[in-house]
């Protein structure tokens, strides 16, 4: 399934690239933590294994690198269970001049190519974030209070208790128990055109300003790939951490230290681009007929008691 993956790029032109999974920067996005690291040689020094190689891999394009994809291994904290580990196998890639239905469609192509599947492309249901809360939801997600997203998961007071009045994490949990259940189990699901403020490093949709050109492919409950047209202001972007780093504050989440190599270079000049993260061993669970992501890799983190 590698093999596929790499042949599939190769075939259209896209460089293989190799980044460094220690860094002494980590990412601010409240929803995901990094696992600290520390070295002998600099025992004062905050050293962290990367989440994602998106950031050394946009300052390669801002360095002027043609297309690029990476196959590594990604790390995560507070990340295990059936569908998650701590450490697990990332595919990422950019690809230059890029709109979101062209990258999108690629993302299809590529998990269609690994999973040997070409009728897999045929069989694309493509919805909006906002059509698919109301088809399933009954609710305009842009519009829509947090009292109303609370009701439709029944939450209860320790619930709200644990995720306060963050609209956006209520959207995510709505998301997962009231819209995803109802994407067809044998084919994908492309939901495009988030919440501005689930952007992540998304631009904003240039038809919408109240929408993120950012997009996620599904089959069934399973989220196989997240991608978007990448932000490319540098300015804009800080502010995205800074807000972030506000949210940790508030959450008691550890403040991480910013990449500011990656603002600089962004600074210096981003091309016009889109991204793409798929988890390989998710694609290895639909591959095997599987429900547990511990099932397909041989070392497996335990889930703790």
């Known amino acids: ?8 790029f190769q075939s259209n032109q896209v460089l293989e690239v190799d980044t460094p999974a220690l860094s002494r920067s980590a990412v601010s996005d409240p929803h995901i933590e990094s696992i600290a690291a520390s070295l002998a040689l ?51 890639w950019y690809r230059l001049d890029y709109d979101l239905d ?21 069989s694309v ?10 088809e399933f939801a009954g609710c305009d997600p842009l519009s829509v209070s947090v009292e109303e997203l609370m009701a439709l998961v029944n939450a209860d007071s320790s619930l709200h208790a644990s995720i306060g009045d963050d609209k956006a994490a209520w959207l995510d949990l709505v998301l997962d128990q009231r819209v995803v259940p109802n994407f067809a189990a044998d084919s994908l699901t492309v939901l495009t055109h988030y919440p501005l403020d689930q952007a992540a490093l998304a631009r904003q949709c240039p038809d919408n300003p109240d929408v993120a050109d950012r997009f996620e492919v599904f089959i069934g409950r399973h989220e196989l ?69 511990r099932s397909v890799q041989t070392f497996a983190y335990p889930e703790m008691e």
């Open 1 to 8: 399934m590698l093999d596929r993956a790499r042949m599939f």
């Open 42 to 92: 600099a025992p004062k020094a905050a050293h962290y294994l990367h989440t994602s190689p998106e950031y050394c891999m946009k300052r390669l394009l801002c360095d002027g690198y043609p297309d690029i994809f990476q196959v590594c291994k990604v790390f995560r904290d507070n990340e295990v269970g059936r569908h998650h580990q701590p450490e697990f196998t990332m595919i990422e």
């Open 102 to 122: 062209q990258i999108s469609k690629e993302t299809v192509a590529l998990i269609a190519a690994v999973l040997d599947d070409p009728s897999l492309p045929g």
């Open 125 to 134: 249901v493509t919805i909006t974030y906002s059509d698919a809360f109301q």
């Open 225 to 293: 790939a997240n991608g978007y047209v990448e932000l490319n202001d540098a300015d804009e972007l800080a502010k995205r951490f800074a807000s972030n780093q506000v949210t940790r504050r508030s959450h008691g989440q550890i403040e991480r230290p910013l990449d500011n190599e990656f603002l600089d270079a962004v600074r210096h000049g981003l091309p016009a681009c889109a991204g793409v993260a798929v988890g390989f061993d998710r694609l290895l669970m639909i591959q095997a007929g599987e429900n547990d992501i």
